[in-house]
């Protein structure tokens, strides 16, 4: 009876990382959210909102932690048992830093309020709800332990490189043309960087889901299509209003 006891016990702290973990997702898509209505209705209220809400995913990661720590520690476990306690403290970590992002855009969209609007923000909102698709397919993924639907997932992050090159070759014709769009332009560059980086973590989670089911790394090479790196030259070198960087280079210095 004694070691019945011990085994369900263990499924049940399983369960309760595994309920830590979506939970953690469901914030973070709200954070994610949240965000990209911020820079889209200029609403600076909101924009605080998330910004002060950032804590939330700092308190579930550590909470997740301690909580994997002490299985670690008192269980000792194997197999896909070890599998789903590493997956958990991966999965955390990318969901703590999507926050993270999700702050940035916000603190940036606070700025980006003060200064006239600029046309290529009508992007922005595309490429929030790729990644918000990208994080809730993946957090889906993870609670049906379905590898397929990681992958599409994972696939996806091609079209958000896509999108995000379209759009810093659009702001950087913007800051070309009138002076008076570069600093606007530059939250813009920065925002959009941050979503692209919050795609970059959904696909992280569904390469550990792959792992987690499997047991096995991803194999294949990630889709990339960022090519903003290759799009600063003698055509687009902008000085981004007094930072001493050019073009992608200070997008990147994030």
Not at 227 to 244: E, I, K, M
Request: hydrophobic share 40%; with cysteine.
């Amino acid at each position: 009876m004694p070691a019945e006891h011990t085994v369900k016990s263990f499924e049940q702290q399983l369960q309760r990382l595994s309920n830590l973990i979506t939970q953690m997702g469901g914030v973070a898509e709200a954070q994610v959210d949240g965000a990209v209505q911020a820079v889209v209705r200029r609403d600076v209220d909101l924009a605080a909102r998330v910004m002060q809400a950032d804590h939330q995913l700092d308190d579930y990661e550590r909470g997740i932690e301690q909580e994997a720590v002490r299985m670690l520690a008192l269980r000792q476990p194997v197999g896909s048992d070890l599998r789903e306690i590493l997956a958990a403290l991966k999965i955390s970590a990318d969901l703590e830093r999507t926050g993270d992002y999700a702050a940035n855009i916000a603190k940036r969209s606070m700025a980006l309020a003060k200064l006239p609007s600029v046309r290529p923000v009508s992007a922005i909102p595309r490429m929030g709800k790729l990644v918000e698709s990208m994080l809730k397919d993946v957090l889906d993924a993870y609670i049906d332990r379905d590898v397929g639907k990681a992958i599409d997932a994972w696939n996806r992050d091609e079209e958000l490189d896509d999108l995000y090159t379209s759009l810093f070759r659009e702001v950087l014709t913007y800051m070309m043309e009138d002076p008076r769009n570069i600093t606007p332009c530059t939250h813009l560059l920065f925002i959009a960087k941050n979503l692209e980086r919050a795609g970059d973590h959904a696909t992280n989670i569904a390469e550990t889901i792959h792992f987690l089911v499997l047991g096995q790394t991803l194999t294949s090479d990630r889709p990339k299509h960022d090519q903003s790196s290759f799009l600063v030259g003698p055509t687009a070198d902008v000085d981004l209003h007094g930072s001493g960087l050019h073009g992608a280079d200070a997008v990147d210095d994030l």
